[in-house]
């Protein structure tokens, strides 16, 4: 013991400020390297919606040049060049007559999990439900929530179920020019050509419009130009989960509700489903 | 007849003579020079060529490889030079940093280390010893390993951390070198020079009211900062985009020079040091921050008194000193604009008041309740955001307005023990060090105690812990402080 202690204090004596300002730096390295540098990174997957879905003044949806400037496939690399983030789906749904988009974007995620608060982190900032999500992809930023964290690919499509369905909606009083446009379509594709619905059936029948006469009775009457229309129409694919059935992600397909068409050059409003019906 | 223009000459002469005899008047001229080469470009390859070009006409100069690296690295500092990164850079470990930190660093890191590497490979340099002081640090060191490993936000308290570690370095640094006086010299000479340049750029924009458009100046805050704490109130930052911190630095460099007036140093000109009082105060009340007027306010006047105490000066020496007359005249004559900024001030109203530093104190200790080992560096200002609510800590998120706040929170109980027992030692040296004579070097040494003083205090006004450039002269001035007392 007594030789250890001489031993130590001839070191302690050898020993100058700057090894010991040296020794203080090599602690903190080697920390460095085994808790910062040698965590391990997870391949976890997260859908991002943007905008934010609170309505505030923050949160109207991005606009279409910017939308159009993500696509599948984009890249966000970290400054050692190392790919950190890609895109793997994009989905857009229009809002404003098109001019600005929803989105959701699934995104394969180089993320770190720190075991102390047992969350995941991407570039810095704690994934969880709820939080703001910043991606630097190359070509375009996406700014939105995280709605959705999994850890596989195959558990982000567990806890929904893909189905076909039947749609009926009807579009009350629709002008003649509307009726004429809608007779030539379809079928609605997205960007990607991906199939969005094919129309079945469009059956179109003259306006029937009720008000009150001179006596207080309510009537009915056939108006001379507007239609009355019901659209059927094929949706290859729609999600459902445990309470309803989502068509693009976001539009809830339950009788009662609105089901606007939006193509590209025609938008038929005044809509209620009066149908659905589903295949596996 | 006088022939004027031979005198001229000769006064010119005479100058350049001057310059030329001496390798420190060499080692200013080259350091002007430098900083002229900052008004030309902040292209960074251009930056990083005239470091390297500063580098090798120094050691031209002074043959001292040491020192040489040591005068750039002060440069480096004093003038943020570590934009190697664009603008949006974050660095892998830097997560939410603003981009102004990340700022400051990358020229200053290489230089570091270069001088590092070269002190352990030329060895005759060294001359120091271990101490119980070195112990503390290295609990500091262990616990803020300790505080950014349990960190909710370990990227940016990793990031904090490697700061920290840099600044101790400069304190191990400043301990190693300082024992050659010329190094001493050397440092507060640049600092001063920087802070005159400062003084002026601050007044130009105030009489400009605006940025001059200069490329030292910083383009974040174009309408001047703190603009919706006070609308109509421009308050030059010069090259640093936040008035206080300028103040702040300011200060410091205003109380030494007032310690060497009342020690009657001959450290410097008597003649400089009145115009650069004169300057540094013009540029203190413009910048109308109120924590750094109250600081520079107190420690002057404990300054005077102590000065007056232990028989350093008589009362009507005081009143011969030329400076006071502009100093008294100009606070009398912006007295209203005075006395309404500590007015608001006072007032529980808003923001950035007395009330705030009190709940950055309270949000602090709270923090260190829910992590006894603290938050990780740096990281007051994000956990705040998870752990209370807006009202709570007044809808602001900012690093805290108060050093004590800052180091419960992020080091928790025992790291701010620690922190504060390595300020005591510091200090408690100095003053119970019985070579504090009436020389020359005296002066400088309770000036430079005096500077570290102001700096705590103002720590305790603003969020200047982790603020590189003057947290770095800080750990210099405090390492040459512990070696010298």
């Known amino acids: ?280 | 007849m006088i022939d004027y223009d031979h005198m001229f000459f000769a006064k010119i002469e005479s100058l350049y003579r001057h310059i030329f005899n001496s390798t420190l008047s060499k080692e200013i001229a080259i350091f002007a020079l430098f900083i002229l080469t900052n008004f030309l470009t902040n292209r960074l390859l251009f930056q990083a060529i005239i470091i390297l070009i500063y580098i090798l006409v120094l050691y031209f100069i002074n043959r001292n490889l040491t020192r040489t690296l040591w005068e750039v690295l002060l440069a480096t500092i004093l003038f943020s030079l570590g934009r190697y990164f664009p603008f949006k850079f974050t660095t892998p470990f830097s997560g939410e940093v603003e981009a102004y930190k990340v700022f400051g660093v990358s020229f200053t890191d290489a230089v570091l280390l270069g001088l590092l590497y070269w002190l352990k490979k030329s060895k005759g340099h060294i001359k120091a010893r271990l101490s119980f002081l070195d112990l503390i640090v290295g609990i500091i060191v262990i616990l803020s390993i300790a505080s950014s490993y349990y960190s909710p936000h370990s990227e940016i308290a990793w990031f904090n951390l490697f700061q920290l570690l840099k600044l101790i370095s400069l304190f191990y640094l400043s301990r190693i070198l300082f024992w050659k006086t010329d190094y001493a010299k050397i440092t507060i000479y640049f600092m001063l020079i920087y802070l005159t340049l400062n003084s002026f750029i601050m007044i130009a924009q105030k009489l400009h009211n605006g940025l001059l458009g200069l490329l030292v100046e910083n383009y974040l805050i174009k309408y001047g900062n703190y603009a919706q704490d006070s609308p109509g109130l421009f308050r030059p930052g010069g090259m640093s985009w936040d008035a206080n911190y300028s103040a702040a630095f300011l200060c410091m460099g205003f109380v030494f020079l007032v310690t060497l007036l009342v020690y009657d140093s001959k450290f410097i000109n008597k003649k400089f040091i009145s115009a650069m009082l004169c300057l540094f105060a013009t540029a203190i009340v413009i910048s109308a921050s109120r924590g750094s007027w109250l600081v520079t306010m107190f420690v002057t006047s404990l300054i005077i008194m102590v000065g007056l105490f232990k028989k350093k000066k008589r009362p009507s020496e005081y009143l011969k000193l030329k400076i006071i007359i502009p100093v008294l005249l100009f606070v009398l004559v912006s007295g209203g604009f005075i006395v309404d900024r500590f007015y608001q001030f006072a007032s529980e109203m808003g923001q950035s008041t007395i009330n705030t530093r009190l709940i950055h104190l309270k949000l602090g200790f709270l923090l260190s309740l829910n992590y006894p080992l603290g938050t990780g560096p740096d990281t007051f200002q994000y956990q705040i955001m998870s752990m209370f609510e807006p009202k709570e800590y007044l809808f602001d998120s900012t690093p805290a307005h108060m050093m004590l706040g800052e180091l419960l929170g992020d080091f928790g109980v025992l790291g701010t023990l620690a922190f504060i027992a390595l300020f005591y030692i510091v200090l408690k040296k100095f003053w119970f060090s019985k070579n504090q004579t009436l020389s020359s070097n005296a002066a400088v040494r309770t000036g430079v105690f005096c500077m570290v003083i102001t700096y705590l205090f103002l720590a305790q006004i603003y969020p200047l812990l982790f603020s590189f450039q003057i947290s770095a002269i800080f750990w210099i001035l405090l390492g040459a402080l512990y070696e010298k007392a």
């Not at chain 1, 905008?51 to 696509?71: F, G, H, I, M, N």
């Not at chain 1, 999994?150 to 558990?155: F, G, H, L, Q």
């Not at chain 1, 129309?199 to 179109?204: A, E, G, H, L, T």
């Open chain 1, 1 to 280: 013991m007594r030789k250890l202690k001489l031993s130590l204090k001839k070191l302690l004596k050898k020993l100058s400020l700057l090894d010991y300002l040296l020794a203080i730096l090599f602690v903190a390295a080697i920390s460095f390297y085994f808790i910062f540098f040698k965590r391990n990174d997870n391949i976890i997957y997260i859908d991002v919606f943007s905008p934010s879905p609170e309505w505030t003044e923050d949160s109207y949806p991005v606009s279409r040049w910017q939308t159009s400037a993500l696509k599948k496939g984009d890249i966000q690399y970290n400054s050692f060049g190392q790919k950190i983030a890609e895109v793997i789906d994009v989905y857009k749904t229009p809002w404003n007559g098109g001019k600005q988009e929803y989105m959701f974007v699934t995104l394969r995620l180089k993320a770190t999990y720190n075991k102390n608060v047992k969350t995941y982190s991407f570039n810095g900032n704690p994934l969880s439900f709820g939080n703001d999500f910043l991606l630097e992809a190359n070509n375009a930023v996406l700014e939105g929530k995280v709605i959705n964290i999994y850890k596989t690919i195959e558990e982000k499509n567990a806890g929904l179920k893909h189905k076909k369905a039947l749609l009926t909606v009807r579009y009350k009083s629709q002008e003649p020019w509307i009726v004429k446009k809608l007779l030539q379509k379809t079928e609605l594709r997205d960007d990607t050509q991906q199939l969005m619905f094919s129309i079945v059936d469009i059956q179109v029948s003259p306006a029937k419009e009720f008000y009150p006469n001179w006596q207080g009775q309510i009537v009915a009457s056939i108006h001379p130009e507007k239609s009355d229309i019901v659209v059927k129409m094929e949706i290859p694919d729609v999600e459902c989960s445990e309470y309803n059935c989502f068509y693009n992600h976001y539009f809830p397909l339950a009788i009662g509700w609105d089901f606007p068409l939006e193509f590209g050059d025609l938008t038929v409003t005044g809509s209620t489903i009066i149908d659905v019906q589903y295949n596996d």
